[in-house]
C-alpha cells in the first residue's frame, strides 16, 4: 500500500495525467449519453464532472495539482467559443430578419436571470461576496469570472455556479421548451444560450443546428449584457 501510494503521488505530479483523465472523463460522459439514447438528463458535461470530482476526492487532489495538468482545455474554451461564429454566419439572414425580438428576448433574459439568482439569495439571507458572485452566473465562464472580481465576488466560486447553471439549463431546456409547446427553434436556441451559455449552447447543437446558432448568439450577446445588467442588479440589494 505504502509503494501504490508513493507511485500516485509521483504519477499526480505530471501534468498530462490530469489531462489524460480529464479526456477520458468526457468520453465516458459522452458514451453514457449515447447509451441512453441522447437522454437530456444523462448530459456529459455532467457525467464527466461527477466522475473527475470522484477521482479528485478518493485520491485527495487539490484543485491546484488537478488544474496545472487540465488547463489546456481551459485554455482551448477561448477559441471553442469563438468557432461559434461558423454557424452564426450561415444563419445571418434569418438573425436579421429576428432582430427585434432577439433584442427584446436577450434584456428580458438577461435581466431576469441577475435578478432572480440574486433576489432569491437575498431572500434565504445571503450577501456580500457571495450574492456578487451570482451575479453573473449565466454569463460564458471567462466574461463570468471577470465581471465577478470586478463587482467584488469570488471568481471561483463564480465559475462553480456557472458550470451548475450551464448543466441545469442543458438538461432542464429540451423537456421544459416542449412542454411550453415552444416549436421555434430561433427562440429555442436564443433562450437556451441566454440562460446556460456553452453548455446549454452544445446542447442545442446536438438538438438542431439553427437552434445552435442561435443559442450561441444568445450566449455572446449575453455576455455583453450581463457585463452591464449584473453590477446595476446588484447595485439595487447592496
Known amino acids: 500500500m505504502t509503494d501504490l501510494t508513493a507511485f500516485w503521488s509521483y504519477l499526480s505530479e505530471g501534468p498530462l495525467l490530469w489531462l489524460a483523465l480529464t479526456l477520458l472523463a468526457y468520453a465516458a460522459g ?7 439514447g441522447r437522454k437530456p438528463y444523462v448530459n456529459t458535461v455532467l457525467v464527466a464532472v461527477a466522475i473527475l470530482a470522484m477521482i479528485l476526492w478518493v485520491t485527495g487532489t487539490s484543485y491546484g495539482t488537478y488544474f496545472e495538468g487540465a488547463q489546456f482545455v481551459h485554455f482551448l474554451l477561448g477559441p471553442a467559443t469563438v468557432s461559434l461564429a461558423l454557424p452564426l454566419f450561415d444563419n445571418l439572414g434569418r438573425l436579421r430578419r429576428a432582430a427585434l425580438p432577439v433584442a427584446a428576448g436577450l434584456l428580458a433574459g438577461s435581466a431576469t436571470a441577475a435578478a432572480s ?3 432569491i439569495a437575498w431572500g434565504l439571507g445571503v450577501r456580500g461576496e457571495a450574492l456578487a458572485s451570482l451575479a453573473p452566473k449565466s454569463a460564458t465562464a471567462p466574461v463570468a469570472i471577470g465581471i465577478a472580481e470586478r463587482i467584488g465576488g469570488a471568481p471561483t466560486l463564480t465559475a462553480v455556479l456557472v458550470i451548475l447553471t450551464g448543466i441545469a439549463g ?3 431546456a429540451t423537456p421544459l421548451l416542449n412542454a411550453l409547446r415552444i416549436r421555434d427553434w430561433r427562440a429555442r436556441g436564443l433562450a437556451v444560450g441566454v440562460a ?4 446549454g449552447t452544445a446542447r442545442a447543437f446536438q ?3 439553427t437552434a445552435g446558432a442561435f443559442a450561441g448568439l444568445g450566449m455572446a450577446l449575453n455576455a455583453v449584457a450581463t457585463a452591464f445588467i449584473a453590477p446595476l442588479v446588484l447595485a439595487l440589494f447592496l
Not at 459522452?30 to 441512453?36: G, H, I
Not at 446556460?196 to 453548455?199: C, F, Q
Open 30 to 36: 459522452d458514451a453514457c449519453f449515447r447509451a441512453s
Open 117 to 119: 439568482a440574486v433576489a
Open 170 to 172: 442543458a438538461v432542464v
Open 196 to 199: 446556460s451559455h456553452g453548455i
Open 207 to 209: 438538438v438542431n443546428p
